[in-house]
C-alpha cells in the first residue's frame, strides 16, 4: 500500500534566548516557579522585524538540503500565526524556495497542524497528485502575548520545522503507518485568540483592543490535553498493530512538561523514551513536534526502524497521532541559526 515516507526533517529556532530569569520583572516569576508550572527554563522568541516566514524558510531551505535538494511537488505550511489573514502563506514560501507552481496551501489546526499535515500530505502522496511534499510547521506565538498574561507568557515560543515527505510503501524506514485525527467544536473558547478575525469586523462595538492576543483557560485545556492525547495516541496503536510495549520513541505536543508526563503515564511510555526539548525552547504549537524530533535527530538519539509514536492537543479543539517508522537520515543539522533577512510582506492595517 503507497504511504508517505519522511526523507528529511530540520527545524530552526530563532537565535534570541529568554531564560526564565529574563521574563517581565511585572510577572514575578523566578526560574523556580516558571520550571514547577511548566518544565521550561528558557525559550526563544524572535526580533523585532522577524515573522513566522522567516522562520519557515529557514527551517524548509534546511530541511530540503537534509533530503539531497529533491523536486518538490506540493507545499504545505501549518500554522496558527500566519503573516496575513490572505493570501496563504504555502504559496509564497514555496516561490521562496524556487518551487513556484507548486501546489501549495496552510492548515489550520493549532498545535495539532503538524499532525494534520502529515495525514494531508500522506493522502495527497497516495492519491497520486504529487510524488513529493514538503510540509512546514512555524509558529511565532510571542506576538500573541498580552504582556499582562504570565501564564501564557512563560510557556509560548516561536519555532519553526519542516518535513520531506515522498510517495513509498508501508513498511520500509520513514515510512507512516496509521493516522488518528479528531475535533469538538464546542469547546473552541478553551483556546482561542477572540479579535482579528471578520467576527470582530462584522460586530467591531463587541471586541476590545486586548482580543488580539492568546487566551487560554489552562486548568480545562489540561484535562481535555491529556485524556485527548491519551486516547487518540491508543487509537493509532490500535491501528498500527503495536503495544505500547512496541514504542521505542514517543513525542507529544510539547504543551508543557506536566502534560508530557501526565500523557505518557495514560497510555503508557515510560519516560526514558520520550522524545522532548521543551526545557530549551517552550512550547512552539504547530511547531512543537517536528522540532522536537529534528533536535533528537541531530543528538542522534533515533535511529533507523525505531517504531516512533506522535501525538498532539490544540485549539479547535484539535488533537490527532500518527505511527511512523523513523528512516536513516544523513546528518541532521542544530536548531540554531541567524535569521538572514527576506521580504515578508507586512500585515494590512485593519
Known amino acids: 500500500m503507497t504511504t508517505a515516507v519522511l526523507e528529511g526533517i530540520a527545524g530552526f529556532v530563532p537565535p534570541r534566548t529568554v531564560a526564565n530569569g ?10 523556580a516557579w516558571v520550571r514547577r508550572r511548566s518544565g521550561i ?8 522585524g522577524v515573522a513566522t516566514g522567516h522562520l519557515a524558510l529557514e527551517a524548509a531551505r534546511k530541511a530540503l538540503s537534509v533530503a539531497g535538494l529533491p ?7 501549518a500554522t496558527s500565526t500566519p503573516d496575513r489573514p490572505m493570501p496563504a502563506m504555502a504559496p509564497w514560501l514555496a516561490t521562496r524556495l524556487g518551487l513556484g507552481g507548486a501546489a501549495a ?7 495539532t497542524g503538524f499532525v494534520y499535515g ?31 498574561d504570565r501564564s501564557a507568557g512563560i510557556v509560548f515560543a516561536d519555532g519553526a520545522a519542516a518535513a520531506v515527505l515522498r510517495r513509498g510503501g508501508k513498511g520500509e524506514p520513514g515510512s507512516l503507518v496509521a493516522f488518528d485525527l479528531g475535533s469538538d467544536g464546542s469547546q473552541d473558547t478553551l483556546i482561542q485568540v477572540p479579535g482579528g478575525g471578520a467576527l470582530e469586523r462584522a460586530r467591531p462595538d463587541d471586541y476590545r483592543p486586548e482580543d ?13 490535553a491529556v485524556t485527548r492525547m491519551a486516547q487518540s495516541a491508543r487509537t493509532v496503536l490500535k491501528h498500527a498493530g503495536w503495544s505500547a510495549e512496541d514504542v521505542d520513541r514517543f513525542c507529544a505536543h510539547q504543551a508543557n512538561a506536566r502534560i508530557l508526563a501526565a500523557v505518557g503515564a495514560r497510555i503508557p511510555v515510560p519516560a526514558h523514551r520520550h522524545v522532548t526539548n521543551i526545557e530549551r525552547v517552550g512550547n512552539t504549537g504547530s511547531a512543537s513536534i517536528p522540532l522536537a524530533l529534528a533536535d533528537a535527530a541531530a543528538r542522534g538519539e533515533l535511529r533507523s526502524g525505531q517504531r516512533v509514536l506522535l501525538t498532539a492537543f490544540g485549539a479547535g479543539l484539535t488533537w490527532g497521532s500518527a505511527a511512523l517508522l523513523w528512516p536513516e537520515l544523513p546528518s541532521v543539522p542544530q536548531l540554531d541559526g541567524v535569521v ?11
Do not use: N
Open 41 to 48: 527554563g528558557e525559550r526563544r522568541w524572535v526580533a523585532p
Open 118 to 148: 502529515l495525514a494531508t500530505a500522506s493522502g495527497v502522496l497516495a492519491s497520486g497528485c504529487a510524488d513529493r511534499v514538503l510540509l512546514v510547521a512555524a509558529e511565532v506565538y510571542s506576538t500573541l502575548i498580552d504582556p499582562q
Open 105 to 111: 496551501w496552510d492548515v489550520s489546526a493549532a498545535c
Open 71 to 77: 523536486l518538490v511537488d506540493a507545499v504545505i505550511v
Open 22 to 31: 529574563e521574563l517581565p520583572v511585572g510577572w514575578c516569576v523566578d526560574d
Open 340 to 350: 538572514p533577512p527576506v521580504a515578508v510582506p507586512a500585515a494590512p492595517a485593519v
Open 212 to 224: 488580539r492576543y492568546f487566551r487560554m483557560r489552562g486548568r480545562e485545556v489540561f484535562q481535555h
